[in-house]
């Protein structure tokens, strides 16, 4: 007969994530923003060394400022670049900078130094007592259950071996890498392709000559180049290599690199900090979640590095993921909200794979042809204003849009900004009109903004049963912000707080903790939205345990049993280097 599940420790739950490449180390520290207590597991001994994404778009600052980390995280990037896309011969074609006016509080672009993110994020961790994480431990096994999860776990001093242990959690986010052990075991397989064929060579230098603050895309058919300053004279070059140059994940010789070098630096083996051989992924998990556990990051997707979204939807998914966790921890929300994470984060990573793999055809062709036709239509392009501002303003990358999830459709004025992330713009607030940027005011957790409401419609929406919420007077025009009793109020500093919400005057702004805007509506409309939230919403029976409690962690030896009466999920164990790099 098998042996029943082990008994639980009856703590406070407690998130175990897999994972502290710089996915795991951001969904540890929003949920330790939110009171959730977690445990960080990571088999490499300490942060990467390694220089293996290198860009941060403006959403992933605006969650980083959400976990309070902005301010620490822009000294280590280089805030506001963009891209100088070149053809034919190296012919300039267009300077793409991303969208000017800031919608989301940050700059569109920003380089930076992986292993400089991974530290910032790391001790970031300090501040909070309730989050440990654990270098040198990796996952072995995981056992599911209906209302937890048991996760073997092994780590060493090098003296007395290997000591496995067992971890009861409430849930386990997979943020281990492209070779991700969380998903080997939960057996879900990655859909999509690969390119065997194509070959490519990144080198990452010290001491570099540029003094660009943009990258390049070097799309000559006779050698494709991706160049990417970063900091202190650090620099990335990526060379779409030829047969037989060199093998993808072989010795790199140093004397490919100094002749691919040799047009734009000198170079001696010193200053080359990393250089590998390596072909592109377009691959997506066919699930998201399984039971309690969750894949994030490179564990869920991988793509082509040429829309430089690679981390940057990993961290998208620990946005979207880590407060949902924390509402139905606290029993403010219901399993169904979970399921969400899988529906609004699935469409877009593909749609962001997709565009990755379209890039990299067009813009990194070889075929001289097609790279003839390429330069010429964007040439065209530019000649009209719509065309301009969709190469310009990188309009190709796709938003963030929920349409099917944690939403409530609506018709009419606002509409088209449901599912859609909530502009920051900087605003006015307090009694001596303080500015503001409106993430700062509006803190974490759902907010709901009123636009031009009166004293009336407030009543009106306090009556129905919507989630609880900072609320907030949007004033327009050029009165002055004026709080009420159990409300904040906010008003325009620079023009945009009114440009983006002055059509929209009388309905009321539903915000997620996440910044996407779950609904827009009157305030007769309020007992509509609150229902169509019901079955995300209603309490569901929290874990219990004392708070606080520490966490039962028992020696063991060999396997877990299977549970009786629930077949543990999962497949083979893999070898204890295949979670890969961390994304």
């Given amino acids: 007969m098998a042996a029943p599940p082990p008994a639980s420790s009856g703590a406070e739950p407690l998130v175990l994530v897999v994972g502290a490449g710089p996915v795991g180390l951001t969904a540890a520290n929003l949920l330790g923003a939110l009171g959730v207590r977690v445990l960080v597991v990571e088999r490499h001994t300490t942060t990467s060394d390694e220089a293996k994404a290198i860009s ?47 919608r989301y509080g940050h700059p569109f672009k920003n380089p930076f130094a992986q292993p400089d993110l991974e530290r910032v994020l790391r001790s ?39 000591v496995t242990r067992q971890i009861e959690a409430a849930y386990v986010l997979g943020c281990d890498g492209g070779r991700s052990t969380v998903r080997g075991q939960l057996a879900v397989p990655m859909r999509g392709s690969s390119c065997p064929d194509d ?35 650090r620099c ?7 047969p037989g140059e060199c093998a993808p994940g072989g010795a ?53 590095p040429f829309a430089g979204q690679g981390l940057n939807s990993g961290v998208r998914d620990a946005a979207n993921l880590c407060w949902k966790v924390a509402e139905v921890l606290a029993g403010r929300a219901a399993d169904p909200l979970l399921d969400t994470y899988d ?3 699935r469409p877009h990573a593909q749609a962001v794979i997709e565009l990755s793999v379209r890039l990299g055809r067009i813009v990194m062709t070889t075929d001289h042809r097609r790279a003839r036709v390429r330069d010429f239509c964007v040439r065209a392009a530019l000649r009209s204003r719509r065309g301009r501002r969709y190469l310009t303003e990188m309009r190709y990358r796709p938003d963030t849009r929920v349409r099917d999830g944690a939403v409530v459709p609506a018709t009419g004025p606002g509409e088209a900004l449901v599912g859609t992330l909530l502009r920051q713009p900087s605003v006015l607030h307090g009694p001596g009109c303080t500015v503001t940027r409106l993430d700062d005011l509006l803190g974490p957790g759902w907010s709901l903004l009123g636009i031009g409401l ?95 409690a520490a966490r039962e962690e028992r020696p063991r030896s ?11 999920t999962g497949g083979p164990t893999p070898e204890p280097d295949s979670q890969g790099a961390r994304k």
């Fill in 558 to 568: 060999g396997t877990s049993p299977t549970p009786a009466g629930a077949a543990p």
């Fill in 252 to 304: 790199v010789p140093f004397g490919l690199v100094r002749d691919l070098l040799r047009p734009h630096r000198d170079i001696t083996p010193e200053q080359v900090e990393r250089s590998v051989a390596y072909t592109f992924h377009a691959l997506l998990a066919e699930r998201l979640r399984e039971g309690r556990c969750f894949l994030l990051g490179d564990a869920a997707h991988m793509m082509p």
């Fill in 199 to 233: 070959v490519w060579l990144v080198v990452d230098t010290l001491g570099d000559p540029h003094d660009e603050r943009y990258g390049m895309h070097v799309g000559d058919p006779d050698r494709p180049l991706v160049i990417v300053p970063g900091r202190e004279g």
């Fill in 124 to 162: 970031a961790l300090d501040r909070f007592p309730h989050v440990d994480v654990r270098f040198g431990t990796r996952l072995v096994e995981l056992s599911q259950y209906p209302d937890r999860v048991w996760a073997t776990v092994a780590s060493g001093d090098g003296d007395t071996g290997e």
């Fill in 454 to 548: 009166s004293d009336e419609d407030w009543k009106t929406v306090a009556a129905a049963p919507l989630p609880d919420a900072r609320r907030v007077d949007v004033v327009l025009g050029d009165r002055a912000p004026r709080a009420r009793e159990g409300r904040a109020a906010v008003a325009d500093a620079d023009g945009e707080l009114d440009a983006y919400l002055a059509s929209l005057p009388g309905r009321l702004l539903l915000v997620r903790p996440d910044r996407l805007i779950a609904a827009v509506f009157t305030p007769g409309r309020a007992d509509h939205v609150s229902r169509a939230f019901g079955r995300f919403l209603s309490p569901a029976r929290p874990l219990t345990g004392t708070p606080g």
């Fill in 343 to 345: 529906t609004e984060r």
């Fill in 56 to 102: 941060l778009d403006d959403e992933s600052l605006r969650t980083l400022q959400l976990a309070g980390l902005d301010e620490a995280v822009y000294p280590i990037i280089v805030p506001g670049t963009g891209t100088r896309y070149y053809g034919v011969g190296g012919r300039p074609l267009v300077h793409a900078r991303g969208t000017g006016d800031r």
């Fill in 236 to 242: 990335r070059y990526e060379f779409r290599l030829r």
